[in-house]
């Protein structure tokens, strides 16, 4: 605003990214999690919130326990943040979007979760209006058949170094650990077992080392996702395998009764049919990189 003697006061702007950054803390509940749905580190998003933060004037965030909440300058805030961000990303993608025509059909198994997968399917529609993707959520095992046998033109899926085939794009690769609630006692028994279902892709190598070892166990939980396996995990209703990005302080690394063989390392990678690849297909491919692949910004 411009005085009578020509000053002008300084103008408050909110940077879009920061205020990205603050939806998404406040929408998984705290800084890890946000950074790995943003593809930031936790110190990027941290300096981000401290910079909206400095901006406004007022803390914008309070830790109520293991989560962060948002004040009141901050949940006055909310609304006008998520109309600004779709406003933005709307015009952004309209401003970039293609005359690609064609179907893909996309599967992926439970470790990248759906709404991942629906906001990167979202971001893809918007830059091809003209293309059509069919998901479908599926097992490992079932996607390696599907690809293999054109049942489908892509599939989003985990497997250990020695099933790598060539063609196949990482996205990344991840120790996996036995996993525990921190409030649950050690197990001197029967291990309660908590995994993806029949179909899980972990079984085969979990029940061996458990085998090898004459470790006991009975499997009382069963779920598709590893967020879902993950809550189980939280719960307190037993141990699980999972990749180390999802330790933190409730899920803690389980230490068995007896020394066990060493858990393999896994990639999630991309594996599409062999051969050329159609446009829409690549177009799919490039935006799933862009938006899963975990990146390692400062800033």
Request: charged share 25%.
């Amino acid at each position: 605003m411009c005085h009578s003697d020509g000053e002008y006061d300084e103008v408050m702007q909110l940077d879009i990214e920061s205020l990205r950054a603050l939806l998404a803390v406040i929408d998984y509940g705290g800084m890890t999690k946000a950074a790995e749905h943003l593809h930031l580190g936790q110190s990027a998003v941290s300096r981000k919130i401290q910079r909206l933060e400095e901006r406004v004037g007022n803390p914008l965030l309070i830790r109520d326990g293991h989560t962060l909440r948002p004040t009141r300058e901050g949940r006055s805030l909310l609304a006008d943040a998520r109309a600004m961000i779709e406003l933005h990303d709307r015009s952004v993608a309209r401003l970039q979007s293609s005359d690609l025509t064609g179907t893909v059909r996309l599967s992926s198994n439970g470790e990248v979760n759906t709404c991942q997968i629906a906001s990167l399917l979202g971001t893809f529609k918007c830059r091809h209006p003209g293309a059509c993707v069919e998901f479908t959520l599926d097992h490992t095992g079932d996607l390696t058949n599907w690809v293999d046998d054109g049942v489908i033109d892509l599939a989003i899926f985990q497997v250990t170094e020695d099933k790598l085939q060539p063609g196949d794009i990482e996205l990344w690769t991840e120790q996996l650990y036995w996993v525990t609630s921190g409030d649950l006692p050690p197990h001197d028994g029967t291990i309660p077992l908590i995994d993806f279902g029949v179909h899980c892709y972990y079984n085969k190598f979990v029940h061996k080392i458990l085998g090898d070892a004459d470790v006991p166990f009975r499997t009382v939980f069963s779920a598709s996702s590893s967020l879902d396996v993950g809550a189980a995990v939280e719960a307190g209703i037993g141990v699980a395998v999972l990749g180390a990005r999802y330790i933190n302080d409730s899920i803690v690394e389980w230490r068995p009764p007896v020394e066990l063989d060493p858990l393999p390392k896994v990639t999630q990678i991309i594996r599409s049919v062999p051969g050329e690849r159609p446009d829409a297909v690549a177009a799919l491919i490039e935006t799933i990189q862009t938006e899963l692949t975990p990146k390692r910004v400062n800033a």
